[in-house]
């Protein structure tokens, strides 16, 4: 008797997911911290875990969400960021946002960085995020 037994099956595909419109900051010589923007999307019918990012630039990169406490503005660390199906999910200043920390190189406005997002099911997306000005408030255009 032949018994075929499925113990993972995954629906969403790399391409269902999406990272789009990322951007940064320009910084400064001697700073070793930046913070990545931009509008995570998941296109499946499964849900998505984020659970780890990884990049070419800085030694970590961590989920972060900024909250206002009673006036003082504070960075909590997410550890895991769970995208429903057709969830969308925007990355922006004063919210949600990716912290790179380490960095082993300044940053230069017109520059690429590149992240990659682990999710739990075992996919991986990368993205490539534009480097804006050191005043940049929003995605930078060409």
Known sequence: MLMCVCVFCANTFAEDLEFNNTWLRATPPGVSSAAIYGDLINNSDDEEVLVSVTSN????VMLHRTSDERGMMRMMHVDKLILTPGAQESLSPGGLHLMLTGLQQSLTEGERVT???????????????????????????E
Do not use: N, Y
């Open 57 to 60: 630039v800085a030694k970590r």
């Open 115 to 141: 992240v990659k997002l682990h999710f739990q099911s075992g996919l991986e997306i990368d993205a490539s995020a534009r480097v804006g000005s050191i005043a940049q408030l929003d995605f930078p255009e």
